[in-house]
Antibody
Framework: EVQLVESGGGSVQPGGSLRLSCAASGFTFSSYWMNWVRQAPGKGLEWVANINQNGGEKYYVDSVKGRFTISRDNAKNSVFLQVNSLRAEDTAVYYC?????????????WGQGTLVTVSS | VMTQSPATLSVSPGERATLSCRASQSVSSDLAWYQQKPGQAPRLLIYGASTRATGIPARFSGSGSGTEFTLTISSLQSEDFAVYYCQQYNNWPPWTFGQGTKVEIK
């Protein structure tokens, strides 16, 4: 069974930083693209960043470029999102998601999410 | 840009629900649908515009290509009342979602 467990969220002041983690199990982690998708309170879904199987290809939504960094450790079956220079508008539940085996980035499996709250 | 309509759909149990998703430019058949219940993570329903994901009941069906897509729930069950999102994966980055359609009990 595919399992994705996020951690690292919390409450921070504007300008602060956090490191979000996602521990994966139940599949061959190194074979999949991995994604972070967020959802602000009461709002819709927004793709944030993703990373390919060996970490050599990464993409970010424009609003987080230069502030967020995605990485992965295939030996530890984990993907990370370093979030810096946080703003109020970054407040959201951050979901880790595995790509599907079909062509294209399709969010096949999801974790339960970790809440990031940015407030003074 | 992905635009879903309506924002809210009121349907009685056992009735048919039809949800729409429109893309601002062609996404071919690179369109997925997700279901999200309150307090839960989204769940993949449909990909490739019409292929049901593993374990998804046959009452869920998807259709369309290019810029116009439809998710149909043939006979609504109590567990189907939720928010539904479409997502395109043809023109990237970014990978984009619609704003969602809430299916509520009439």
């Amino acid at each position: 069974e595919v399992q994705l467990v996020e951690s690292g969220g919390g409450s921070v002041q504007p300008g602060g930083s956090l490191r979000l983690s996602c521990a994966a199990s139940g599949f061959t982690f190194s074979s999949y693209w991995m994604n972070w998708v967020r959802q602000a309170p009461g709002k819709g879904l927004e793709w944030v960043a993703n990373i390919n199987q060996n970490g050599g290809e990464k993409y970010y939504v424009d609003s987080v470029k230069g502030r967020f960094t995605i990485s992965r450790d295939n030996a530890k079956n984990s993907v990370f999102l370093q979030v810096n220079s946080l703003r109020a508008e970054d407040t959201a539940v951050y979901y880790c998601s595995r790509d599907h085996t079909a062509p294209g980035i399709i969010f096949d499996s999801w974790g339960q999410g970790t809440l990031v709250t940015v407030s003074s | 840009v992905m635009t879903q309509s309506p924002a809210t759909l009121s349907v009685s149990p056992g009735e048919r629900a039809t949800l729409s998703c429109r893309a601002s430019q062609s996404v071919s058949s690179d369109l997925a649908w997700y279901q999200q219940k309150p307090g839960q993570a989204p769940r993949l329903l449909i990909y490739g515009a019409s292929t049901r994901a593993t374990g998804i009941p046959a009452r869920f069906s998807g259709s369309g290509s290019g810029t116009e897509f439809t998710l149909t729930i043939s006979s609504l069950q109590s567990e189907d009342f939720a928010v539904y999102y479409c997502q395109q994966y043809n023109n990237w980055p970014p990978w984009t979602f619609g704003q969602g359609t809430k299916v509520e009990i009439k």
